[in-house]
């Protein structure tokens, strides 16, 4: 099954996109959920974070440039395991949560950071190196389920994370997961979220954790990476 999720998940997004020049947001989705290479993932993230930052240039305010721009560099940082844009991007998400705490979009862009640190370091070396707190990361993933009404990504990417996290656990991820299925899919990302909340549940209800937990590892950025 993992060869295949790139595939669906490709469609899923080409489906749903405009037939234009990508945006940060199009190029960072397709990086993280329906590439295989890791140099081609870099390109994308790279020209993401280029095309956020020349936005940026001639509009320092817009808010989805920055959101791309701080999304580019902690993938960027994840991809080549670089403490200093893991950092930066800590700063940028923060500070974007900051400027508008009700913005679900910055929560789970929070949450992610804090959780991935926690997921690919364990508790001690991501507090350590990076600051990151999986209490922090909880936390800042709830706000953003409770803010981002009927959309299916904020329940879909909680349950990915959270059975990635803690495999014992399958009903907390078995509630999310359900919502992410029977939410609003409307946009590329909602679609992702979705069709990937669907393929565990089947897991979820059968109270393997283990194996949602691991199909979960393959379903979250990056996971199909060879």
Same mark, same amino acid.
């Given at each position: 099954?993992?060869?295949?999720? #790139? %595939?669906? $998940?490709?469609?899923?997004?080409?489906?749903?996109?405009?037939?234009? *020049?990508?945006?940060?947001?199009?190029?960072?989705?397709?990086? /993280?959920? !329906?590439?295989?290479?890791?140099?081609?993932?870099?390109?994308?993230? +790279?020209?993401? %974070?280029?095309?956020?930052?020349?936005?940026?240039?001639?509009? #320092?305010?817009?808010? =989805?440039?920055? &959101?791309?721009?701080?999304?580019?560099?902690?993938?960027?940082?994840?991809?080549?395991?670089?403490?200093?844009? /893991?950092?930066? @991007?800590?700063? $940028?998400? =923060?500070?974007?949560?900051? !400027?508008?705490?009700?913005?679900?979009? @910055?929560?789970?862009?929070?949450?992610?950071?804090?959780?991935?640190?926690?997921?690919?370091?364990? +508790?001690?070396?991501?507090?350590?190196?990076?600051?990151?707190?999986?209490?922090?990361?909880?936390? *800042?993933?709830?706000? @953003?389920?409770? &803010?981002?009404?009927?959309?299916?990504?904020?329940?879909?990417?909680?349950?990915? %994370?959270?059975?990635?996290?803690?495999?014992?656990?399958?009903?907390?991820?078995?509630?999310?997961?359900?919502? @992410?299925?029977?939410?609003?899919?409307?946009? #590329?990302?909602?679609?992702?979220?979705?069709?990937?909340? =669907?393929?565990?549940?089947?897991?979820?209800?059968?109270?393997?954790?283990?194996?949602?937990?691991?199909?979960?590892?393959?379903?979250?950025?990056?996971? !199909? $990476?060879?």
């Amino acid at each position: 099954m993992r060869f295949q999720a #790139p %595939i669906v $998940l490709m469609a899923l997004i080409a489906s749903a996109a405009p037939a234009m *020049a990508a945006s940060p947001r199009d190029d960072l989705i397709r990086a /993280a959920f !329906a590439t295989r290479d890791k140099t081609q993932a870099q390109a994308l993230v +790279n020209q993401a %974070i280029a095309d956020s930052q020349a936005t940026l240039a001639q509009t #320092p305010n817009d808010r =989805e440039a920055k &959101l791309q721009q701080a999304l580019g560099i902690g993938y960027r940082g994840q991809l080549k395991r670089s403490p200093s844009d /893991a950092k930066t @991007a800590h700063s $940028l998400l =923060e500070a974007l949560a900051a !400027a508008d705490p009700r913005d679900p979009e @910055a929560q789970v862009a929070v949450a992610g950071w804090h959780l991935t640190a926690v997921g690919d370091l364990g +508790n001690f070396l991501a507090r350590t190196l990076l600051g990151a707190s999986r209490d922090t990361g909880f936390a *800042a993933l709830d706000k @953003a389920v409770a &803010l981002g009404g009927n959309h299916a990504f904020f329940p879909g990417y909680a349950a990915l %994370i959270r059975i990635k996290l803690d495999s014992s656990d399958t009903a907390t991820p078995l509630r999310l997961a359900q919502r @992410a299925a029977a939410a609003q899919a409307s946009s #590329p990302i909602d679609r992702v979220m979705q069709r990937a909340a =669907e393929r565990i549940v089947p897991l979820l209800q059968a109270g393997n954790g283990k194996a949602a937990s691991d199909l979960a590892k393959q379903l979250l950025p990056f996971g !199909a $990476l060879s």
